[in-house]
């Protein structure tokens, strides 16, 4: 124990502290607290009842007020602890509350009705995950509908970037033909045009293909990344031009060349492109906001923006779809965050 | 089976002509080497043989049939590359099965044919490993192998051997000689090694800058080569050249004035006057005085045991003398050369 | 080793047999297409499906919105619109002052310029000064580097309105930054209700969102970075702000300029989580250009999409410019620099 202490607290040179170790651990706390805090706060929040939501100052965890069903009443009563005139405490139930008068009965005895000053209760509180967030927009919302099409955008506009890309960028290493370069560079300054600068006229060319409010319209735009083509076609280069002479040799045809060949020996690059495309797919807003405006055609995303714009919003539910949105994303970086960081850290994408 | 022939073949990468007017022909069943200096042709030569790359004119005939627009595929040769390009992701087995499951051979027969070569080549223990676990002479060997299981009209193989040490390199020479004479297939083959060259082949062509400079069997091109680039590329350690003039010419006897002043006397040689090279081959000259010799200062001495390299200086001239035995000489010595046995190529 | 291997491609086959199902399938048409085409056709055969869909989603779209910029009227598709020549440029720059937008024809556009402006500045040097401490921390001899690089990166793969959601929740009256304040004494605050603090609520919101990605990248230069030179410097005495000013930063200068770039082309266009945490207000303080060519192109009542497509092509300017540098910084990089 006392080891992993020592080792967390190592300093420079093993002397005594300086002041840029100071400022290191505080940055460093400072940034465990800020980085992870909201997200945490987040998923706390998330299992609060709708009345827990609305107090302030509001608690760390979920507390719900305890009820009892009493006898005479058809709903269930709110538990308080009351001082009572005599200076004796008692657990009450609240029947009614009228001004700064709370009419309270024993719920053991619920005969008399006790009136006790708002004031001089306090709620009786147990812990409670409110299980129902996340539950009720699966049975009463689109919520599934949203969770589908986003995971239909997402895998499907996956798939067809790596097979396309990969076929772009197989042609484009692997190829001698005249236009090459052209073809390279027309593709790499297509990084100049981004979606926010031609949103307008892709929505005239997707309505006029007829995949307005369908989800082909948000797919097929993002298929073609440049940089999928660009990081595929560099792994490529790598791959000796001899394996595809002797696959030729071998009596192979290009498509076979392309896909026994190639593709096998391009897997990690297209594991890193398959990653990243499953991201940013995932996360897409803007444009799924403009070519969907049919309810049932919302992918996670719009979905969620669109609820949390409304003029009532129903926080508990909101909070509970966020997280779940979260949730590959979390997995993704639990389980491939070294392999990503390293990726970005070679390639400079993102 | 496996008769090639060129016409005319020429090739230029955009403006870089790289080969330029080869004619050749191949004989089935020989052995065939392409010797000549890094970047001559020889590996573009052999890619069009292949299929792999197209000659920008000529015709390139197998047994008979113009192939110039046959893609590789369904030319029915079979190459071994110097890196071995054996596919990284497949077993051995795999890369053994690829080439004959595209053509849909039955799968007992692709089974059988790969076990033939396995045992052929003593590569069966290591079937169902990854060309990335092999040794190099263990991929080398598994590279043959997956030529062989097609049973091709011809073998390509460039530069196989370049990539192994020197005595693995020794010892599969042998076993290529061995496999040629067994399945008696046409082979061609790309070597800068001129050893390999001599051992395997039944014919050596001789290429330079995209030219052939001659071709013949290896001691046709020993004992009369074409010209000096012929008579400098054979032979190991390299012929001697000395520049002369030609003093006298007389029937049958002339004598040539080294430049340096020694002179020699030749059997014959051309018109008085002209300026000639003559190529004298370091095995060829022996030590000792005699009334025709040349004397010459040693410069370095190399004693291989069983030889004696001489480095000396001949009135300016360097010269190389392998001879046999040892002796016990320095630099700085003077000795004698007699070139009285030796034969004598006379190049302008 | 035969069975481990053997059981690991068993299960690669079940994955894989579909495809290879798929991909057996499509050969013998393709082989058909080689034989017509030959190896040549092949290569454009690959390249197609690519370059199609840059050519219908990304080019095409590209060359049409200059057109649309120069109509007017509300048709969708070009050949309904009205030639206004350049009309709608004409109209964003009808301003007495520039430096006032109420004085505009187009005063949203001038305020989501101004907004748009005063938001780069400020977002990119705090973004690259935050980025750049937290690689220089991380850079340290740290125990559990790795985990640390992590923490900060963490933000970066979540989608923005994931980001603006969590942010709004904290932020609005009920939340965790009033909590905390409470804690400490003050009133509740409705920030994101103040101009000036939902102004600066986007910011901040985007660095935390952002920041972990451009650490990264400096944290790699920084490791790049010989460890040698250090030694050296200390033999020589130097005191380490000196190191930092005279090696730490000419080395990194690289990773950085071409960080401050992508900084900047990102900031000009920020959108999504400024959407979501705040709509653009309250009132117009938040407003950028991206939610302005939207709003206008698609959502306002009076939708004007040749306008949206004028804004569009500026910005558009603003961005090849940038690039450009990008990739001129790149170019010095790779012909100067380290290697
Ligand atoms: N794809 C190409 N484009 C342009 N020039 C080429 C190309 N391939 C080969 N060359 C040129 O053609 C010439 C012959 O190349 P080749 O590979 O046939 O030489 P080589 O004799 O095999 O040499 P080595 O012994 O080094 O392998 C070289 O000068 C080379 O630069
Ligand atoms: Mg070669």
């Known amino acids: 124990m006392s080891g992993i202490v020592r080792f967390l607290t190592r300093r420079r040179g093993g002397k005594g502290w300086h002041w840029t170790d100071i400022v290191t651990w505080a940055w460093l706390i400072g940034g465990l607290l800020v980085m992870f805090g909201p997200a945490v706060w987040l998923v706390g929040s998330s299992f609060k009842s709708p009345a827990a939501l609305a107090e302030f100052p509001p608690t760390i965890l979920p507390y719900v007020t305890q009820k009892v069903t009493v006898e005479g009443y058809d709903k269930p009563l709110d538990l308080y602890e009351a001082t009572l005139e005599d200076g004796s405490t008692a657990v009450l139930a609240e029947v009614r509350r009228i001004g700064v008068v709370s009419q309270m009965v024993d719920p053991k005895d619920p005969g008399e ?21 996340y539950t009720e927009p699966f049975t009463h919302f689109d919520f599934v509908r949203y969770l589908w099409n986003s995971v239909f955008v997402t895998v499907t506009a996956t798939l067809i970037t790596l097979v396309v890309n990969s076929m772009a960028a197989f042609a484009l290493s692997k190829y001698e033909f005249r236009g090459r370069t052209m073809a390279m560079l027309l593709i790499l300054a297509t990084l100049m045009v981004p979606l926010s600068v031609i949103m307008v006229p892709l929505y005239s060319i997707v309505s006029a293909l007829g995949l307005f409010n369908n989800l082909w319209g948000v797919i097929l735009p993002t298929v073609a990344t440049p940089t999928g083509v660009f990081i595929l076609r560099q792994y490529m280069l790598t791959i000796p031009d001899e394996l595809v002479d002797a696959a030729r040799m071998d009596k192979a045809s290009e498509w076979q060349i392309y896909w026994r060949i190639i593709l096998p020996l391009t897997a990690p690059a297209l594991a890193v ?14 444009w799924p906001l403009i070519v969907l405006s049919r309810k049932e055609l919302y992918t996670l995303q719009v979905g969620l923006s669109i609820y949390s714009g409304e003029l009532n919003v129903q926080w508990h539910f909101i909070l509970a779809m966020t997280v779940v949105t979260m949730i590959p994303v979390v997995l993704v970086f639990i389980f491939l965050q070294r392999f990503i960081t390293t990726g970005i850290a070679g390639t400079g994408l993102k | 089976m496996g008769h090639i022939k060129l016409t005319n073949v020429k090739k230029s990468f955009g403006a870089v002509d790289v080969i330029h007017d080869v004619n050749l022909e191949i004989e089935d069943g020989e052995f065939v080497v392409f010797v000549g200096p890094s970047g001559c042709g020889k590996s573009t030569l052999l890619r069009m043989i292949a299929g792999l790359d197209r000659p920008t004119s000529g015709d390139l005939a197998i047994d008979g049939k113009v192939v110039n627009t046959v893609p590789a595929a369904d030319r029915g040769l079979a190459m071994v590359f110097q890196s071995y390009a054996l596919y990284p992701h497949m077993s051995v087995r795999q890369n053994l099965a690829f080439g004959l499951e595209n053509t849909r051979m039955p799968k007992d027969e692709i089974a059988a044919r790969i076990a033939e070569a396995a045992r052929m080549l003593e590569i069966e223990a290591y079937l169902d490993r990854r060309p990335g676990q092999l040794s190099g002479g263990q991929r080398q060997r598994v590279a043959i192998g997956r030529a062989i299981v097609r049973r091709p009209v011809a073998f390509l193989l460039d530069e196989p051997l370049s990539n192994l040490d020197a005595e693995l390199r020794g010892s599969t020479r042998a076993e290529l000689a061995a496999l040629h004479a067994r399945l008696a297939a046409t082979m061609i083959y790309v070597t800068h090694d001129q050893v390999e060259a001599m051992t395997l082949a039944d014919r050596i062509v001789v290429l330079r800058a995209g030219r052939i400079e001659q071709v013949g069997t290896p001691l046709d091109l020993y004992n009369r080569p074409a010209n000096r680039f012929v008579a400098g590329f054979i032979g190991s350690p390299h012929m ?19 430049a340096g002043g020694q002179k020699l006397e030749l059997p014959s040689t051309g018109m008085a006057g002209a300026r000639v090279t003559l190529g004298v081959r370091p095995h060829h000259i022996t030590l000792g005085r005699s009334e025709s010799s040349l004397s010459a200062k040693l ?41 009285a046995a030796a034969p004598i190529h006379l190049f302008d | 080793m035969r069975t481990h291997n053997s059981g690991k491609s068993s299960l690669g086959a079940l994955v894989m047999a579909p495809i290879h199902f798929l991909m057996g399938i499509l050969d013998a048409p393709l082989r058909w297409l080689q034989r017509a085409t030959g190896i040549g056709g092949m290569a454009a055969f690959f390249l197609m499906p690519n370059m199609l869909i840059f050519g219908i989603f990304v080019l095409l779209p590209f060359f049409i919105n200059f057109a649309y910029s120069m109509t007017g009227g509300t048709a969708l598709f070009l050949p309904d619109r009205t030639f206004v020549g350049a009309g709608q440029y004409a109209r964003l720059f009808d301003c007495r002052s520039y430096l006032d937008p109420g004085s505009c024809a187009e005063d949203t556009f001038w305020t989501a310029v101004k907004n748009t402006a005063w938001f780069v500045v400020l977002q990119v040097t705090l973004m690259i000064l935050v980025s750049l401490v937290t690689a220089l921390i991380l850079n340290r001899d740290l125990a559990a580097r790795s985990f640390w690089r992590a923490v900060f990166f963490f933000p970066v793969l979540l989608s923005p309105v994931v980001v603006g959601l969590i942010w709004k929740w904290i932020l609005q009256r009920q939340g965790l930054l009033n909590f905390g304040l409470y804690g400490l004494g003050f009133d509740p605050h409705v920030w994101l209700n103040d101009r000036n603090w939902a102004f600066a609520a986007t910011i901040g919101v985007s660095i935390w969102a952002h920041m972990g990605f451009y650490t990264l990248i400096l944290l790699a230069g920084l490791q790049a970075i010989p460890k040698d030179l250090y030694e050296a410097a200390e033999m020589d005495g130097t005191r380490p702000a000196r190191a930092f000013w005279r090696i730490t930063l000419p080395l990194l200068m690289p990773n950085l300029l ?75 990089e790779k012909k100067g620099g380290r290697k």
């Open chain 2, 299 to 339: 410069t370095l001495v190399e004693a291989l045991g069983a030889e004696t390299v001489l480095h000396a200086d001949l009135s300016g001239q360097k010269i190389l003398v392998v001879a046999p035995g040892q002796h016990d000489l320095a630099p700085g010595e003077s000795i004698d050369l007699s070139l």
């Open chain 2, 240 to 258: 001697n050249f000395l520049e002369g003039t030609v003093e006298a010419a007389g029937p049958g006897r002339s004598v040539v004035a080294l």
């Open chain 1, 113 to 133: 009705i006790v009136k006790v000053n708002i004031a001089k209760r306090t709620p009786v509180r147990e812990m409670s995950f409110a299980t129902d967030n």
């Open chain 1, 273 to 286: 492109l398959a990653i990243f495309s499953v991201v940013w797919r995932w996360n897409d807003f803007l």
């Open chain 3, 258 to 332: 071409v960080v401050v770039v992508l900084v900047l082309i990102r900031a000009v266009q920020i959108f999504d989580e400024v959407y979501v945490l705040t709509g653009g207000g309250p009132g117009t303080s938040t407003l950028y250009l991206t939610q302005y060519i939207y709003e206008t192109g698609f959502a306002a009542q009076l939708r004007n999409p040749g306008l949206a497509a004028a804004a569009s092509i500026l910005m558009g300017a603003v961005l090849v410019v940038l690039t450009l540098l990008q990739l001129g910084l790149g170019r010095s």
